[in-house]
């Protein structure tokens, strides 16, 4: 059975800071790996997604990498703001489907 | 380009009633997916269907069954609703089951 952890479960800090999200996957033979935010009563939004051939993808403030090697994804947000608190879920896409972490609940303090 | 929509957004039911979720997705993409999120488990693949022809099935009972029609709607019916299946179901379409997901608002299925 395929696994996604991320690490931390939660997480507050003062708005301006960069602050780096973790994701571990056990099956290195993914197709992709996204990256989704989710608001409170909402669904989820992607953020970035980053195909298996690929080892990074930025979008503004924002940068994920992937390293299938390692099965490690990361997660950097840049100048966080107040807007950026959600909950930011690693997502594993692969021949059986898609795989989701638990999240990061992530707090941007005023 | 309107986003994925599903139907009902809310959903009342009694145990061993049987319920029908419907998603539209985006204008253009064939492929639909279907996720129980619960506050223990987490988000779980459903299934996935693309072009009508269901692709792949997660770790679910029969129960649980869906389908797509030839304009890309996609249906998902539980059957004998259990407790359990308390959850807010989320459907998600991509152009390929490869590409980046969209995903709908959800219905909120409470089951009493």
């Known amino acids: 059975k395929q696994e996604v952890t991320q690490i931390p479960a939660a997480l507050s800090v003062p708005e301006g800071e960069n602050l780096v999200l973790n994701c571990s996957f056990t099956?290195?033979?993914?197709?992709?790996l996204q990256w989704f935010r989710q608001d409170p009563g909402k669904g989820l939004t992607s953020l970035l997604l980053?195909?298996?051939?690929?080892r990074e993808q930025t979008s503004g403030r924002l940068n994920a990498s992937l390293d299938k090697s390692s099965g490690r994804s990361t997660l950097y947000i840049a100048a966080s703001q107040p807007g950026d608190s959600a909950t930011y879920l690693c997502?594993?896409?692969?021949?059986?489907?898609?795989?989701f972490g638990k999240g990061t609940h992530l707090i941007i303090q005023p | 380009k309107a986003g994925v929509t599903q139907t009902p957004r809310y959903l009342i039911k009694t145990r061993g009633q049987q319920v029908t979720l419907s998603c539209s997705p985006i204008s253009g993409h064939r492929s639909v997916s279907w996720y129980q999120q619960t506050p223990g488990q987490g988000l779980q693949f459903l299934f996935e269907?693309?072009?009508?022809?269901?692709?792949n099935k997660g770790n679910f009972p029969g129960r649980f069954s869906g389908r797509q029609f030839s304009n890309s709607r996609s249906e998902m019916n539980v059957s004998t609703l259990e407790l359990g299946d308390s959850a807010l179901y989320l459907c998600?379409?991509?152009?390929?089951?490869?590409?980046?997901?969209?995903f709908g608002p959800g219905t909120r299925l409470t089951v009493l």
């Open positions: 998600a379409s991509s152009l390929v089951h490869t590409d980046t997901q969209y």
């Open positions: 980053i195909q298996s051939s690929q």
């Open positions: 099956d290195s033979a993914i197709y992709n």
């Open positions: 269907y693309f072009s009508e022809t269901q692709r």
């Open positions: 997502v594993r896409g692969g021949a059986d489907g898609l795989t």
